[in-house]
């Protein structure tokens, strides 16, 4: 399988396509009803210039969207928004550390929604995880300086396109 590059388009289309191709994840994601987007947080040294929102709106496990958007359009659509750097969220996503430790040491900031709405929904977070990884990430701190350039470039293109 080919690596898809983290915090793309192409990314968070091919989690939304095995996402709902896995009954698994519906089931294991029953009891959760919310939107919850990501920012990730500027890191020029990966390719990210500046902070970016992706996220997923679920209604009793059923995956409603995933997409990128723009920060005052979170604000409406999001339940939940969690800021971190790029390599904290990697850390999450490659299961080096457990998003409930990371939010309660502060390495996670909650920019919007209740503290007590997310602890609330923290025992789907390993769900969530496992979901979001059914695909191989590349990740840019891996990349050669060149491939950082073009992951910069697309990125820049992506983000016009989708006004993001």
């Known amino acids: 399988m ?3 590059p983290y915090c793309t388009p192409e990314w968070l289309e091919a989690f939304a396509e095995a996402y709902r191709a896995n009954p698994k994840y519906e089931k294991d994601l029953k009891k959760l009803t919310s939107s919850v987007y990501f920012n990730v947080l500027a890191e020029p ?10 996220g997923a709106a679920f209604e009793a496990g059923r995956l409603v969207r995933a997409e990128f958007i723009s920060a005052a359009n979170a604000k409406n659509a999001a339940t939940f928004i969690l800021s971190a750097t790029p390599a904290e969220w990697k850390s999450i996503l490659t299961k080096k550390s457990k998003f409930v430790t990371d939010f309660m ?3 996670i900031k909650l920019d919007h929604g209740s503290k007590v709405g997310v602890l609330g929904i923290a025992p ?4 969530l995880v496992d979901s979001l990884t059914q695909v191989e990430l590349e990740w840019p701190d891996e990349m050669t300086a060149d491939e950082v350039e073009k992951y910069r470039a697309n990125m820049k293109a992506f983000r016009s396109r989708l006004g993001v």
């Open 105 to 107: 040491l502060g390495k």
């Open 2 to 4: 080919a690596k898809i």
């Open 124 to 127: 789907h977070s390993n769900a």
């Open 45 to 54: 040294a990966w390719g990210i210039d500046k902070a970016i929102i992706f």
